[in-house]
């Protein structure tokens, strides 16, 4: 056989897969789950026993933070809460419930940081354990638009 027919034939032979290939929707990566990090506020003089301290601006004030911890998040939704503000509530997938409750937990009167994409959405003390949801509670002239904007960082289609 020619060695012109032999590559006529080789391409025939191929165009039904670049066809098919060209022809099919690209396949869309799945985004990752959303998450919120926690991270504990370390008090002045409190140092950490192996790692360096994360510094970390919040309402023009330094903070010095301890290790990260990160819950992956079920959903989450803005609230109208009865004081008239405009909050996130977040809910942690059910697999990590028990883990963000003991977490919690250990933290009975100490400030924490809930950061997302590197910045600190709210820093609250912790007053119970957190039964696998929260509050963040936006502050200023724009606080609604602040929590829907938030909220949407945290869905995920």
């Known amino acids: 056989m020619a060695p012109q ?12 897969v670049s066809i098919s290939a060209c022809g099919t929707a690209p396949t869309r990566r799945p985004e990752p789950p959303a998450y919120l990090e ?5 008090k002045e003089g409190q140092e ?3 790692d360096q301290p994360l510094l970390m601006e919040f309402d023009g004030k330094p903070l010095r933070l301890g290790p990260p911890r990160r819950f992956l998040l079920a959903e989450a939704r803005v609230e109208d809460l009865l004081t008239g503000q405009t909050a996130v509530r977040f809910f942690i997938t059910s697999e990590q419930v028990d883990d963000f409750r003991r977490w919690t937990a250990a933290r009975i009167n100490q400030r924490i940081a809930v950061i997302l994409e590197g910045e600190i959405l709210a820093a609250p003390v912790v007053k119970v354990p957190l039964p696998g949801e929260g509050l963040i509670v936006p502050s200023g002239p724009n ?3 602040r929590a829907e904007e938030i909220a949407d960082r945290l869905k995920r289609d």
């Not at 027919?5 to 039904?16: I, T, V």
Request: glycine fraction near 0%; charge should be positive; proline fraction near 4%.
């Open 38 to 42: 926690f991270r504990t506020v370390l």
């Open 5 to 16: 027919r032999l590559l006529h034939l080789l391409l025939l032979a191929l165009l039904p």
């Open 143 to 145: 606080a609604a638009d």
């Open 48 to 50: 950490l026993s192996r």
